[in-house]
C-alpha cells in the first residue's frame, strides 16, 4: 500500500523580551541555576501575575507577519497539571481564546514550487523551568531560571506531507522570527523548540490516521530524522496489523528513534480555565497599527524585490533572504560592488561554500560585506580574472586585508594591454617554431599549449579572453 | 451527581491528593451532598448568558518590559525542603 | 487603653497621654493573659511590635503624624509577612517564613501600624466558623461555646476581646463579614480591586478582597485608606485615585435610598435576628433614610454558583504547595507522585480536601460547561440582579447572617456551613463592597446589620454606617470577661 504521511508543527520560540512574561526577573541565558526566578516565578504564596507588553507586542507582530487575525480580545487560562519544572502546578497559557489566529507560512519545496502551510494559532505563553537529571544522590535538581519565559507557540495546521515539507517550514519560521527579531532563534539554547504530530494514511484517504506527538526535537536535522523514524513506525506497526496509538513519544538523538514518554503515559486532564488572576487581553486598532509600523520587510517580500532589482532567479533570491543578515550582507555586498547578480554568484558561492567548511554564521563571516564589495568592484573592471580573485578572495578570507592591498602587494594586477600581450605572444611563438608546424598542420588542441604558455609567461595576469582573441589573430594571420 | 469511592479515588489523584482509603466513604457522601446542592443551578435558564469571569469585566494592563528583580535565590531557598548547588531536589524524575 | 477605638487611640498617641511602645506592650499583655481562652493568634510578634512602635515613636517625636502611626493592629495570618511566619491556618506552611511582605502588610508597615501578630483562621480561608484552622478552633468572646465565625475568625475574635484595636481579614464569600457580625465588629469588605491581593494567599482569586475588622466605622474609613490602593504587582488591581474614606463620614443620611431584598428576609433567617434588623432600620429610618423594599431574584443561586466558582479557583491555587520549593514535604518519599501525594495529604485538612476536590471535578473534562461555566453565568445574572438594584437605591441592607453565633461542632456537615453565608457571597460573586456593623443582640450574642453598596461606594458604606454608630452603641459593647 502507498502511504501519505500528514505532519503538523507546534512551533515554540521563546520571545525576545529583557523580562519575563508575567514578572520582572530577568531572562537571559546560562545563569546560575535559580538566580533568575524570582517570587512570582517560584509561584511563592500570594504572588500574582503582570503582563509583559513586550511579549504582547512581539506576538502580534508575529500574527501581522503571518496574515494572521489579531484578536481583539485574548484570554489568558491555566493549564492544569504537576511537574516540578512548573512551580505553580498549572502553567499560564492561551486556550480558546489565543492572541492570534488563522495566519499562513508559504514555503518553497525542492521541485521550486511553492506551498502554503496554514497556521491554526499562535499563542502566549510562559515556559517552564529545567530538570536537570545529572544524579544528586538519586535526585533530579530543578532550575527555575526559564520558568515564565516567554514563549509564542505557534501552531500549523496538518499541512505537511513529508519530513522534508516539516523542515522547510521549521526554517521559514525560523527565519521569519529572526527577520521580525522576536527570537534570537538560538537551538542549542533551546530559544526555538519544535514538537511534531505525525500520522500516515493510505494515499487517498481523506481521513487522518491515528497521530503521535514528537517532543524534544530541537535541531533542523532531528526534526527530519525524528518524522522519518515515525513514519516508518506507524507504517511498521499499520502494515503489521497493529493500530497507531495516540501517544506523547520523545526523540532520541543518539539511537535515532522515538520511545514513548512515561511521563506523559497517563492521560492528562489539563482542566484549563480563565485565570483569575489575569483580565482579558484587548489590543485596540491603534495598538494594532503600531505594531504594523515597526515591521520589517518581510522575507517573501524581500525576495520578490531582489527577483526584480537584481534580476535574481527565485531559487537565488530565496536563498538570500532565508535570513536578514544574509540579506543585508548580500545587499551591502552588492551596492559597493555595483553589480546585484556578480554579489549574489558570489555570496551562494565561495561565501557560502568558505562558510559551510568553517562552520561559521554570516555574521561572523571573515570577509566584511563591504570588503567583498571592493572585490567584486576590481572583477568587474577587469583587474582581477576570476581565477585570480579566488586567489584574493582566500588572502581575505585569511586577513589579508582588502582586495586592493593584497591586488598591489602580490602584484596581481591582470594585463589587459593588448601591446604587452602581443608582445609575449610574439616571444611564446619564437620560441615554438615546432608547435607552430604541428599546429598549423591540423593538430588544433596545441592552441592550449599556447594559451598556456602566455599565462605562464604572466604569472596568470594576463587577461585570458584577451589572450585567446590575440593568439588565435596571430595563429591564423600569418 | 453522586460521586462514588473510585471517582473520589479518581478526582484525588488528578489533585494529588493523599487520602486515607477509610475516609473515602465520607468523601464520596459530603461530595455528592455539595454537587446535589450546586446542582440548583441546573434549573436556571442561562442561554445566551455570556460568563462572568471578573465582577469588574476590565482589561488587562501590560506592564514595561523592564527587568525589576534581583537574585534572591539565598533568601528563597532558605525555606525550601531540599536543595544543593542551587537547585531544588525532587525524587529522580522520569521522562 | 483596650476601651478605645484606634481614632480615639491616634488622638491619645498625637496628645502624648501614651506611647506606641506603651500601647502596643498593653495590648501584648492583653494577648499575653486573654488569648489562652479565645486561641485568636497563631503568632505573636512581641519583639518586632515593640520596635515597630518605638520606630513609631521616634516618627511621632520627629513630627511626623498619620492616621495609623504608631496604632498597634492584628494582621489576618493570610497576609505575607517578610521573616514572619505565615500558615494560612494550615499544617501545610507551618514552616513558612514569608521572604516578602504583602502589599497589605507594606502598606500598613510604611504608615507605621504596628504588627501584634498574626490572628488564626479557618485553612486557607475555607470555613464560616475556624474551626479548619490547623492550629485549633477560635472561640467566640461572647460565648466561649460558640464560635467566632470565619473564616476571619481570629481577627474577629481578638478585637472583640480588645486583645488589639482593629485587624485586617479577607472576605472570599464573607469571611470579613460574617465573623464581624458573629464577634459584634465592624467589618469591611471592598470593591474587588480597591486592595491589592498581591501577598494574600490565594483562595479564590476573583473572589477576594481584603479588608478591616473594627470598632467602629470611623477606624474602618481609617485603615481602609491606607490598605486601599492601586498596586501594580495585581493586574486586578484597579487604577483610581486615592480616597480619603473618613471625609464624608459625617454627612447626613437625609434622603438615603436604602433597599431591603425581600430575598433576604425569607425562609432561612432566624425570627429572632429579623427583628433586630428591623430595629436597625428603624434606626434608619430615623435617620431620614427611605427605605424600599426590592428584590434580587437570583439570591438563592449566590451559594451554589459560589461552590463552583471559589473551588474550581482554589483547585489550581493551592496546587503550587508541592513540597518542592517551600511549605511542608513528606518524610522520605519514595518517588515524584508520592512527594506530592504525601505531601498533600498530610499538608491540606479535610475540608481544603473537599473544596480542592469539588474545583478539581467541576473544571475535569466532560464537567466544564455543566459545572464552572454554567455558574458562571449565574454570576452574571446575579450580577445584574445588583447593577438593577442600584438604579433605584443607594445602599442595600439586610442580615450578615441567617442566626446568631453558632456552637462549636454544631454544624458538621459542609451544606449547612456553606449556608452561613448565604448573604453575603452574592456580593463577591458581584465585587460589591459590602460592610456588617453591631445592630444588638440576641441571648447575649451580636448581631450583625449588613450594608451593600454600588462598585466603590465605599465611602457611602462607612458614612451610613458612621450615623448609625453616632445614635447606637451597640458597636461599643465588650464580652464580659475582657
Redesign the interface.
Known amino acids: 500500500m502507498e502511504w501519505e504521511t500528514v505532519i503538523g508543527l507546534e512551533i515554540h520560540t521563546q520571545l525576545a523580551?529583557?523580562?519575563k512574561i508575567f514578572?520582572?526577573?530577568?531572562t537571559r541565558y546560562g545563569a546560575?541555576?535559580?538566580?533568575?526566578?524570582?517570587?512570582v516565578d517560584?509561584g511563592?504564596p500570594g504572588v500574582l501575575p503582570?503582563?509583559?507588553?513586550?511579549?504582547?507586542r512581539m506576538a502580534v507582530k508575529f500574527g501581522l507577519a503571518t496574515g494572521c487575525t489579531i484578536a481583539p480580545m485574548s484570554v489568558?487560562a491555566r493549564k492544569n497539571y504537576?511537574?516540578?519544572d512548573l512551580p505553580k502546578g498549572y502553567q499560564i497559557s492561551q486556550f480558546e481564546l489565543p492572541i492570534v489566529h488563522g495566519g499562513h507560512i508559504d514555503i518553497l519545496l525542492e521541485d521550486g514550487k511553492s506551498k502554503r502551510v496554514g497556521l491554526t494559532r499562535a499563542h502566549l505563553e510562559e515556559d517552564a523551568g529545567k530538570?536537570?537529571?545529572e544524579d544528586?544522590h538519586?535526585?533530579?535538581?530543578?532550575?527555575?531560571n526559564r520558568a515564565g519565559t516567554p514563549l509564542l507557540e505557534i501552531v500549523s495546521e496538518p499541512d505537511m506531507r513529508s519530513a522534508a515539507e516539516a523542515v522547510a517550514y521549521m526554517k521559514k519560521v525560523h527565519s521569519l522570527v529572526r527577520y521580525l527579531e522576536i527570537c534570537d532563534g538560538n537551538m542549542q539554547e533551546g530559544s526555538f523548540r519544535c514538537d511534531a504530530n505525525v500520522s500516515v494514511r493510505p494515499r487517498g484517504q481523506s481521513e487522518f490516521g491515528t497521530r503521535t506527538e514528537l517532543k524534544n526535537i530541537n535541531s533542523f536535522r532531528f526534526v527530519e530524522r525524528a518524522i522519518n523514524f515515525e513514519v516508518e513506525r506507524q507504517i511498521d506497526v499499520l502494515e503489521g496489523g497493529g493500530k497507531v496509538i495516540q501517544e506523547t513519544r520523545?526523540f532520541d538523538p543518539d539511537k535515532n528513534e522515538t520511545r514513548p514518554?512515561?511521563?506523559k503515559e497517563e492521560a492528562n486532564?489539563y482542566?484549563y480555565f480563565?485565570d483569575?488572576d489575569?483580565?482579558?487581553?484587548?489590543l485596540d486598532a491603534a495598538f494594532i497599527e503600531t505594531v504594523r509600523g515597526t515591521l520589517p520587510e518581510l522575507p517573501d517580500a524581500k525576495q520578490q524585490r531582489f527577483m526584480a532589482d537584481y534580476e535574481l532567479s527565485a531559487y537565488d533570491a530565496g536563498a538570500l533572504t532565508a535570513s536578514r543578515e544574509l540579506a543585508d550582507y548580500f545587499e551591502e555586498a552588492a551596492r559597493v560592488g555595483g553589480d546585484g547578480k556578480l554579489a549574489a554568484n558570489w555570496v551562494t558561492g565561495e561565501l557560502a561554500g568558505l562558510l559551510n567548511r568553517e562552520g561559521l554564521e554570516i555574521t561572523a563571516s571573515p570577509v566584511s560585506a563591504t570588503s567583498l564589495g571592493g572585490l567584486l568592484l576590481r572583477i568587474r573592471d577587469n583587474t582581477l580574472s576570476g581565477k585570480l580573485a579566488k586567489q584574493v578572495f582566500e588572502d581575505m578570507c585569511s586577513g589579508a586585508g582588502e582586495a586592493d592591498a593584497i591586488i598591489e602587494q602580490k602584484g596581481l594586477k591582470q594585463i589587459t594591454d593588448t601591446g604587452a600581450i602581443e608582445k609575449i605572444i610574439q616571444d611564446v611563438l619564437d620560441a615554438s617554431p615546432k608547435q607552430i608546424e604541428q599546429y598549423r598542420a591540423g593538430q588544433e588542441k596545441l592552441f592550449g599549449y599556447f594559451v598556456g604558455q602566455v599565462m605562464k609567461a604572466t604569472q596568470g595576469k594576463a587577461n585570458p579572453a584577451q589572450v585567446n582573441e590575440l593568439l588565435k589573430k596571430r595563429l591564423a594571420g600569418d | 451527581m453522586a460521586?462514588d469511592s473510585a471517582a473520589?479515588a479518581r478526582?484525588?489523584?488528578?489533585?494529588?491528593?493523599?487520602?486515607e482509603t477509610a475516609?473515602i466513604p465520607e468523601?464520596a457522601r459530603?461530595?455528592s451532598?455539595?454537587?446535589a446542592?450546586?446542582?440548583?443551578?441546573?434549573a436556571?435558564a442561562?442561554n445566551g448568558?455570556?460568563?462572568?469571569?471578573?465582577?469588574?469585566e476590565?482589561?488587562?494592563?501590560?506592564?514595561?518590559?523592564?527587568?525589576?528583580?534581583t537574585?534572591?535565590?539565598e533568601?528563597?531557598?532558605?525555606?525550601?525542603?531540599?536543595v544543593?548547588?542551587?537547585?531544588?531536589?525532587?525524587?529522580?524524575?522520569?521522562? | 487603653m483596650h476601651r478605645k477605638t484606634l481614632r480615639e487611640l491616634a488622638d491619645g498617641l498625637r496628645a502624648k497621654a501614651f506611647s506606641s511602645v506603651e500601647l502596643t506592650q498593653a495590648f501584648l499583655d492583653r494577648i499575653q493573659a486573654h488569648d489562652e481562652r479565645i486561641n485568636s493568634f497563631i503568632t505573636v510578634t512581641a519583639e518586632p511590635a515593640l520596635e515597630a512602635a518605638r520606630a513609631a515613636d521616634a516618627r511621632r517625636a520627629a513630627g511626623e503624624d498619620g492616621p495609623l502611626l504608631g496604632l498597634p493592629f492584628a494582621h489576618k495570618d493570610i497576609f505575607c509577612t517578610e521573616g514572619v511566619k505565615t500558615s494560612c491556618g494550615s499544617r501545610m506552611l507551618d514552616?513558612?517564613?514569608a521572604?516578602y511582605d504583602a502589599t497589605v502588610t507594606a502598606k500598613l508597615k510604611a504608615a507605621g501600624a504596628v504588627m501584634l501578630g498574626k490572628t488564626n483562621m479557618d485553612e486557607f480561608a475555607m470555613g464560616s466558623s475556624n474551626e479548619t484552622s490547623y492550629y485549633g478552633p477560635v472561640r467566640n468572646p461572647w460565648d466561649l461555646d460558640t464560635v467566632p465565625g470565619g473564616s476571619s475568625g481570629g481577627s474577629a475574635a481578638a478585637v472583640a476581646a480588645r486583645l488589639a484595636p482593629a485587624a485586617t481579614g479577607t472576605d472570599t464569600g464573607g469571611s470579613i463579614r460574617q465573623p464581624a457580625a458573629l464577634c459584634g465588629l465592624t467589618g469591611l469588605k471592598p470593591t474587588?480591586?480597591a486592595v491589592s491581593r498581591y501577598g494574600m494567599i490565594a483562595f479564590a482569586s476573583?473572589l477576594d478582597q481584603a479588608g478591616p475588622m473594627t470598632q467602629s466605622a470611623e477606624d474602618a474609613a481609617l485603615m481602609l485608606g491606607v490598605m486601599a490602593g492601586f498596586d501594580?504587582r495585581d493586574?486586578?488591581s484597579?487604577?483610581r485615585p486615592l480616597e480619603d474614606y473618613c471625609a464624608g463620614l459625617g454627612n447626613a443620611l437625609q434622603g438615603l435610598r436604602i433597599g431591603l431584598p425581600r430575598e433576604y428576609f425569607g425562609e432561612g433567617l432566624d425570627g429572632t435576628v429579623a427583628k433586630v434588623i428591623e430595629t436597625a432600620i428603624g434606626e434608619y429610618r430615623k435617620l431620614g433614610a427611605e427605605v424600599v423594599d426590592i428584590s434580587l431574584p437570583?439570591s438563592?443561586?449566590a451559594?451554589?454558583?459560589y461552590?463552583?466558582v471559589a473551588p474550581a479557583e482554589c483547585?489550581s491555587n493551592l496546587?503550587r504547595f508541592?513540597?518542592?520549593?517551600?511549605?511542608h514535604?513528606c518524610e522520605n518519599?519514595?518517588?515524584?507522585?508520592?512527594?506530592?501525594?504525601?505531601s498533600?495529604?498530610?499538608g491540606?485538612g479535610?475540608e481544603v480536601?473537599?473544596r480542592?476536590?469539588?474545583g478539581?471535578?467541576a473544571l475535569?473534562s466532560g464537567y466544564y460547561d455543566?459545572?464552572y461555566?454554567?455558574?458562571?453565568?449565574?454570576?452574571?445574572?446575579i450580577?445584574e440582579d445588583f447593577l438593577k438594584a442600584f438604579e433605584q437605591v443607594d445602599v442595600i441592607m439586610g442580615p450578615t447572617a441567617p442566626g446568631t453565633a453558632f456552637r462549636l461542632g454544631e454544624k458538621s456537615?459542609?451544606?449547612s456551613m456553606?449556608l452561613s453565608d448565604i448573604y453575603t457571597i452574592a456580593t463577591n460573586?458581584?465585587?460589591?463592597p459590602g460592610m456588617s456593623i453591631p445592630a444588638g443582640f440576641v441571648n447575649g450574642l451580636p448581631v450583625g446589620l449588613q450594608l451593600i453598596g454600588n462598585?466603590f461606594a465605599e465611602g457611602r458604606l462607612l458614612n451610613a454606617a458612621h450615623q448609625y454608630q453616632q445614635v447606637t452603641d451597640w458597636h461599643r459593647r465588650l464580652p464580659g470577661g475582657f
Open positions: 523580551t529583557r523580562s514578572s520582572g526577573a530577568a546560575a541555576p535559580n538566580t533568575q526566578a524570582c517570587a517560584l511563592l503582570v503582563l509583559n507588553a513586550e511579549a504582547v489568558f504537576f511537574y516540578p530538570s536537570l537529571h544528586f538519586g535526585m533530579t535538581g530543578i532550575d527555575l520523545l514518554m512515561r511521563s486532564d482542566r480563565p483569575p489575569l483580565l482579558p487581553v484587548e | 460521586l473520589v478526582i484525588a489523584h488528578l489533585a494529588r491528593l493523599g487520602i475516609d468523601y459530603n461530595l451532598d455539595i454537587l446542592f450546586v446542582e440548583q443551578l441546573d436556571v442561562t448568558v455570556p460568563p462572568l469571569a471578573h465582577p469588574l476590565a482589561r488587562q494592563r501590560l506592564r514595561p518590559d523592564e527587568v525589576t528583580e537574585d534572591r535565590r533568601l528563597f531557598q532558605a525555606i525550601a525542603p531540599s544543593e548547588a542551587g537547585l531544588y531536589l525532587v525524587p529522580k524524575v522520569i521522562e | 514552616n513558612f517564613i521572604p474587588y480591586g476573583s501594580p493586574s486586578t484597579v487604577e437570583n438563592h443561586l451559594v451554589p454558583a461552590y463552583v483547585s496546587s508541592d513540597g518542592v520549593r517551600f511549605g514535604r518519599p519514595h518517588d515524584l507522585q508520592d512527594l506530592y501525594v504525601r498533600r495529604g498530610e491540606f479535610a480536601k473537599r480542592i476536590m469539588i478539581t471535578y475535569s455543566a459545572y461555566l454554567k455558574a458562571q453565568q449565574v454570576r452574571r445574572l450580577r456537615d459542609p451544606v456553606y460573586l458581584a465585587g460589591l462598585y
